[in-house]
């Protein structure tokens, strides 16, 4: 062996030993623990502004908040600070309402002239078709209608003008907050109290959701988290956006640890019927059941949310006993917070982007190696001054050409994930994982081959002629 590859395998075998390959000892990671470890140290090294929490089989896992509820003073985001959760207050409004049928107040095929007479189409579209966003309903009251941010749920949707539905009630699947906030009404005429009231006295008081409620105007308490927007430094304060006719549909606000507690107490029995939280997690078209997203996987269920400064996700996964809920006041971290649930929850995804992080490292620290080998060759100091060395043809090919055309290689295949995702932690985990392996896999072997090459020119032009 020459002494060119001799000192290039010392210099591989240094940089694991001394852990400038993160990553290669940690190959097999798998337990709960190390996957939280390398959860949390994503969410730091991303600047994750917001709370998560990750509980499997009930015991808390991760419980940390991240980055500053309120920049300006400096006040730090916690497990406690609130936040508001937008549309995750679905599930609770559809929860309300299978309760009140429970309880024999209402029944899902009431169509909505029942307890709305004069709203359009009310004696076409019925309480199912609400929950499931099958109504034909536009998105949002405010696409059609002029409402003041102080007016009831009765004053909002008497505002509504009749329009042609997008499809019959029941033909197809539309993501309508329209929907929610007319079974908020329903909620308030079938129970014959306000929806908050409802709502705090049947699930939030009786759980012990005390950082838990109803935003029926500006939310001002201590322990809010102040919401802020800008994809680039999420510096510029979100303008304030609020409803009270909202409230069935986003207006509830919470924190991470309530958040669990309600969970847990939905699918422990105390809230719903057996067979009423059946049909709740029961697809019924477009990926939705009863105010829950269901996955392919029928025990995974889950919601997010979405407000001008804030973004929350809460996700069960009952096969695993997972549940992760992660709650944000940053533009920035929508993403983030999409990507913390999908790898999490894809543990197997997380893994293969940290492992794929160790071998790209590996590639590029094998190309410059390389790279200053060949520079060391074709280039001499002589008196001090650099001077071209004016190789044969055949080494500038192996030693300068070939380890530069596989650096753009190793750039290229990343390039375009790195234009859509805007970091290049963030292109790695979008780039397929069998393309990742393969690409770092080629880098090495190629790097090898050349290595060897380069030894046998060595050898080759030092025998005698």
């Keep these: 062996m020459s002494r060119r590859t001799t000192a290039l395998t010392q210099v591989w075998l240094l940089m694991v030993a001394i852990g400038v390959v993160p990553g290669c000892a940690n190959l097999a990671l798998g337990d709960s623990e190390q996957r939280i470890d390398l959860v949390d140290a994503w969410l730091r090294d991303e600047n994750f502004s917001g709370s998560v929490l990750v509980a499997h089989h009930d015991i808390i896992l991760l419980d940390r908040g991240y980055g500053l509820a309120d920049r300006s003073n400096d006040v730090p985001n916690t497990p406690e600070t609130i936040y508001p959760i937008a549309s995750i207050t679905k599930p609770i409004t559809a929860t309300a309402i299978l309760r009140l049928a429970d309880e024999g107040r209402l029944d899902l095929d009431d169509p909505v002239a029942t307890y709305l007479p004069d709203f359009p189409d009310g004696n076409r579209i019925t309480i199912h078709h609400l929950l499931t966003h099958r ?7 405010s696409e059609h209608a002029q409402v003041s941010d102080g007016a009831t749920v009765a004053e909002a949707l008497a505002a509504y003008p009749r329009f042609p539905l997008a499809f019959d009630p029941g033909a197809s699947f539309a993501y309508s907050n329209l929907g929610y906030e007319v079974l908020s009404s329903i909620i308030e005429l079938a129970s014959g109290i306000s929806y908050e009231n409802y709502i705090q006295a049947t699930f939030f008081g009786p759980i012990g959701m005390t950082q838990t409620g109803v935003a029926v105007e500006p939310l001002r308490r201590d322990g809010v988290a102040i919401g802020y927007i800008g994809d680039r430094d999420g510096s510029r304060l979100a303008p304030p956006l609020w409803a009270s006719w909202w409230k069935g549909a986003g207006g509830v606000y919470s924190t991470t640890g309530d958040l669990l507690r309600w969970e847990q107490a939905l699918r422990g029995g105390d809230i719903l019927s057996a067979s009423s939280h059946a049909a709740m997690l029961t697809e019924q078209g477009g990926g939705y059941g009863y105010g829950w997203f269901i996955g392919s996987n029928p025990e995974m269920y889950w919601h997010d949310g979405d407000l001008q400064g804030f973004h929350s996700w809460l996700v069960r996964d009952s096969r695993r006993g997972l549940t992760v809920i992660a709650l944000s006041n940053d533009d920035r971290s929508a993403a983030l917070g999409d990507d ?14 940290r492992v794929f992080d160790a071998l790209l490292l590996v590639a590029v620290e094998l190309i410059v190696t390389v790279a200053a ?10 008196r001090g001054t650099l001077v071209w060395a004016r190789p044969r043809r055949r080494r500038v090919v192996l030693q300068v050409l070939l380890p530069l055309a596989l650096a753009l290689l190793v750039v290229s295949a990343v390039a375009e994930p790195y234009r859509v995702a805007g970091s290049w932690r963030e292109a790695l985990l979008i780039v397929p994982a069998w393309s990742r392996v393969l690409l770092a896999t080629g880098a090495f072997l190629v790097l090898s081959i050349l ?15």
Aim: charged share 20%.
């Design 451 to 465: 290595v060897m090459m380069q030894s046998f020119i060595a050898r080759s032009s030092s025998v005698p002629r």
């Design 135 to 141: 109504s034909g309903l536009p998105r949002d009251l």
């Design 340 to 353: 913390l649930v999908s790898l999490y929850l894809d543990g197997d995804r997380l893994q293969n982007s």
């Design 373 to 382: 080998w060949a520079l060391s060759t074709v280039l001499r100091f002589r």
